[in-house]
């Protein structure tokens, strides 16, 4: 039986996909609406009937407003009970929920358009948390996707107890740094020329002093995969959606000029060391035949760099987007459609990688530095 994930959404999300600004950088940008229904205890407190209860509420919400403007229209509506363990794992590889939410499956569960465009976590830290998912540095057409479901959903339950909502505190949310706008704005930022060069650590206090955060590549308390960074707002009370938004941007802005002239100093000051790392990188990915999903991961990262430095052809960013998902452990057991043991994901994930990595070729930039004279031997005998 073929799992429910791979039958309910695509397998290349709408962020995998080309599209949105500074692609070259950033990956992806997410727009959140934290908002929790009035009467009803947050979810951490909730007892099992009330999570029950709103997920159904939710959900019926969402069904009688799809054909509405802004509406969830052709949106799956997937209770987590059915779902195995790994295909909520895959979830979180596919960045559209949090380890927290998969970790209980009563009365929790996701709405979603194929693509992943839009969706609503039902029951994660709040009630519900309306998302929007997009390739590139996209923001504001995130925002206006999430801003027009909520209306929608906000019109169907004034008439039924309405949101929790105070004219004190805005929107009440279960983390008090989330109340008022109940607005989470992030973007992904591949940086991995900032490491190379020793300076990630500069933009993350840089980010700090900004107010906001470079997180791990799946959020709070994550760390990071593959040189991905994620960059978000702190707090949302006493700030307006276009003030976060507009901070948000500018910062992504600054990081993708840092890690651009980062990217332009690597071939005089750190030519040797990105050419090592990115060559082994390469040599692993296009020959193994077992390999861990972290090293895949890192290994990937670095021969995307390549791509960006024009270093190496033959894969899109689009395929390495997609890549980074399917050798997660999880979503590679949704790929097989069953429950897979680690030593045999290994075998898996390198026989995925190969035939891609086949089309890669690499640019001059690659060639020795020096060749042996003529007449020479290439290996000293004092060697042997």
Known sequence: MQPLLLSCFDRTAKWMRRGGRDNDVVLSSRVRLARNLRRYEFPHRAGNSDLMTIRHRVFNALHQTGTLPGGLARGHLLPFEEFTGWERQSLIDRHLTSREHIQEELGRGLAAVSDASLSVLVNEEDHIRVQSLLPGLQLDAAYSLVDKLDDALEAHFDSRGGYAYAEQFGYLTTCPTNAGTGVRASVMLHLPALEIVGKAERARKWAENKGLVLRGTFGEGSKIWGHLHQLSNQTTLGIDEAEILVDIEAAARELCAMERNARTSLPEKFGDEARDAIGRAYGTLRYARRIGCREATDGLSMLRLAHEMNWAKGLTRQRFNEL?????????QVLHGRSI????????????????????????????????????????????
């Open 324 to 332: 980074m998902v399917w050798i997660r452990p999880a979503y590679l």
């Open 341 to 384: 043991g680690s030593s045999e994901r290994d075998l898996l994930r390198a026989d995925l990688l190969r035939p891609h990595l086949s089309r890669v070729r690499m640019e001059a930039a690659f060639a020795p530095t020096s060749a042996p004279k003529s007449g020479e031997n290439s290996i000293d005998k004092s060697d042997s």
